[in-house]
């Protein structure tokens, strides 16, 4: 085999591991009830170091269903031995057909409904789904969350012992009616898009967007907020094209083409938003969806109605207290006029210690400081927020400001 | 431990007028019920039944049951395991469903010959 072949292979088998590590354990631990999620998980890590040797002299056909037929064999040999390893003997041959892709949703959200225990804290339920159900490695985890991987595998191992194939998850069709599980199955979904968008991982969002498709599909009671949640996301996505320049540089919303923006995306999404709305009280979610929806309709920039969107920054504030909801709401209050209310209201998010040196709150008041021609305090904003901790699209971004900021005269 | 059938029995024209709101409080008790027998590692699978149905007999497909008098019919099933009859009866007397007096559960041990 050639150094090319070899890499080829590798990166086969990573984007298998990805795409198909959470429907593989979860397809395992329907089908054998007496396994322990951390024997399926256990067993697909075999079943893959077992391909990353036997692929190098021949390529199966259908990789995938070469994958989930081993792993069907190790499963049904460890129940039968019930004992710590089994050997990887019988490599299949000629496999059956892998499990649809449709399936392969259906399986992941039921791993993930497993996953959504409600004596587990959030950040437990998030790290578990981004290791089971979107197939991340723990150092990925890691990096995402801005944590040590040490703390990810702690979490996991314990995990490893708690979630079982027992879960009603795994066993009926009553857990469709689980209203607790589906709200917070929508968190982390929401979650997992949300940092997903700000690295720009697409397959993450896309991930998230299908999942949450599955939960409209599959639930038996009523969704509004995942139907919102879905809106949300198809809103957001129909401008993934234009976030960025040819040089993959951040752009800034107003220099977005927008007549390239997804207006089938936006059709949908406005539809799911219609059908959520029913409710008599709106919830988060519906409010943040109705903030995307305004920017996904509005004719330009300018023409966008950004005093309703601060409305809805301050009723969104009031159901769920968060300094970026606030943060948001200042900006919009500049671009609909009341400068002076948005300034006061990020000095006084200056005053918080978390904020203070947030570069998003820096480059906010550097972008006011420039649109009232006030060069040298944007220029002071832009580099403070140098400070905080912006992700590398966004340091790059910064760095424009501040050349532009240092050409003008 | 030994596999029961829970025949979940309930009146149709109750269901039937149910108001969404109700209907969703119904949902969530008999979800935690459910997710409780889950939890005890009792519950081996079930699903809850939709409410079209057809009886069939030779030459004789109908809407209408065999009992027209009787409104009840099963809306739902769960597969458990438990250690006695005695022991499946008392699960399924704790369904705050049963309690409540909307439903009644029928337990039937499975014919299983291993």
Same mark, same amino acid.
């Given at each position: 085999m050639s150094e090319h072949d070899a890499m080829q292979l590798t990166g086969l088998l990573q984007q298998l591991y990805r795409a198909h590590f959470g429907k593989m354990v979860s397809?395992?631990?329907?089908?054998?009830?007496?396994?322990?999620?951390?024997?399926?998980?256990?067993?697909?890590?075999?079943?893959?170091?077992?391909?990353?040797a036997a692929w190098r002299t021949t390529l199966p056909e259908k990789p995938e269903a070469w994958l989930y037929a081993t792993i069907r064999n190790q499963a049904s040999r460890f129940r039968l031995r019930r004992q710590g390893h089994v050997p990887l003997e019988h490599l299949p041959a000629d496999p059956v057909a892998a499990a649809t892709s449709e399936d392969g949703d259906l399986h992941l959200l039921r791993l993930l409904f497993a996953c959504m225990h409600p004596r587990f804290t959030a950040k437990v339920q998030l790290v578990t789904a981004l290791r089971y159900v979107f197939g991340l490695q723990m150092q990925q985890i890691a990096e995402l969350l801005g944590t040590e991987a040490d703390n990810i595998s702690k979490i996991i191992y314990r995990q490893r012992q708690q979630l079982r194939s027992g879960d009603i998850a795994f066993r009926s069709g009553f857990v469709w009616w689980s209203a607790g599980k589906v709200d917070l199955a929508l968190k982390v979904l929401y979650v997992v898009f949300t940092?997903?968008?700000?690295?720009?991982?697409?397959? !993450?969002?896309?991930?998230? =967007? $299908?999942?949450?498709?599955?939960?409209?599909?599959? @639930?038996?009671v009523s969704v509004p907020d995942a139907k919102a949640?879905?809106? !949300?996301?198809?809103?957001? =996505? $129909?401008?993934?094209?234009?976030?960025?320049?040819? @040089?993959?540089?951040?752009?800034?919303?107003?220099?977005?083409?927008?007549? !390239?923006?997804?207006?089938?995306?936006?059709?949908?999404?406005?539809?799911y938003l219609k059908q959520a709305s029913t409710v008599p009280a709106p919830s988060t979610y519906i409010i943040e969806a109705s903030v995307a929806y305004l920017h996904a309709v509005a004719p330009g920039f300018?023409?966008?109605?950004?005093?309703?969107?601060?409305?809805?920054?301050?009723?969104?504030?009031e159901m769920a207290p968060s300094p970026f909801v606030r943060l948001n709401q200042a900006v919009a209050l500049h671009f609909a006029g009341q400068t002076k209310a948005a300034l006061h209201m990020l000095d006084e998010l200056a005053q918080e210690p978390f904020m203070k040196h947030h570069h998003l709150l820096h480059c906010s008041l550097a972008r006011i400081y420039a649109d009232g021609n006030n060069n040298h305090l944007a220029l002071q904003?832009?580099?403070?927020?140098?400070?905080?901790?912006?992700?590398?699209?966004?340091?790059?971004?910064?760095?424009?400001?501040?050349?532009a900021c240092l050409q003008m005269p | 431990m030994k596999k029961f059938l829970l025949l979940i029995r309930e009146d149709l024209e109750r269901v039937k007028n149910m108001t969404e709101a109700e209907l969703q409080a119904d949902i969530a008790k008999m979800t935690r019920w459910a997710e409780q027998l889950a939890g005890s590692g009792n519950l081996l699978g079930g699903e809850p039944l939709e409410a079209d149905v057809r009886y069939v007999k030779k030459a004789h497909i109908a809407t209408d049951g065999p009992f027209a008098e009787s409104?009840?019919?099963?809306?739902?099933?769960?597969?458990?395991?438990?250690?006695?009859?005695?022991?499946?009866?008392a699960l399924a007397a704790s369904c705050p469903s049963v309690i409540d007096e909307e439903i009644a559960i029928e337990v039937r041990p499975l014919m299983v010959h291993e």
């Open positions: 397809h395992l631990l329907l089908r054998y009830s007496s396994l322990q999620l951390s024997d399926a998980e256990d067993l697909v890590q075999e079943a893959f170091t077992a391909a990353s940092e997903g968008w700000k690295i720009r991982e697409e397959r !993450l969002c896309e991930d998230a =967007l $299908s999942l949450t498709r599955e939960v409209i599909r599959r @639930a038996r949640l879905y809106a !949300l996301m198809l809103f957001q =996505l $129909s401008r993934w094209e234009t976030r960025t320049n040819e @040089a993959g540089e951040l752009l800034e919303l107003e220099k977005q083409q927008r007549q !390239l923006w997804n207006r089938d995306m936006i059709a949908v999404a406005t539809d300018a023409q966008t109605p950004w005093q309703q969107i601060a409305n809805l920054y301050a009723q969104l504030h904003h832009y580099r403070k927020a140098l400070w905080g901790k912006p992700s590398p699209g966004e340091e790059a971004f910064i760095r424009g400001k501040i050349k | 409104r009840e019919s099963v809306t739902g099933y769960m597969l458990i395991q438990a250690g006695s009859l005695e022991e499946a009866a």
